[in-house]
């Protein structure tokens, strides 16, 4: 049986989650290979980079790195 008197349990953040949110990726540059178009971006909000790679044009880009401060 559940207590009706019951708190929330408190969410644990760190220092990297308050900074978080949803990066607007800019692309800086793109070079076609054999695999697709490497595209690398920017979020125009804090600077993070990536490289992403995009394997077909109707095809959304996936990240090939993981994010890294500019």
Do not use: F, K, N
Request: proline fraction near 9%; charged fraction near 15%; charge should be negative.
């Amino acid at each position: 049986m559940t207590s009706l008197h019951t708190l929330p349990i408190p969410r644990q953040t760190t220092l990297a989650h308050e900074h978080e949110h949803e990066h607007s990726w800019l692309v800086d540059s793109r070079h076609p290979t054999s695999e697709g178009i490497v595209l690398y971006v920017r979020c125009g909000g804090c600077g993070m980079h990536r490289v992403d790679l995009q394997t077909h044009p109707q095809v959304p880009p996936a990240a090939l790195s993981r994010e890294t401060s500019g």
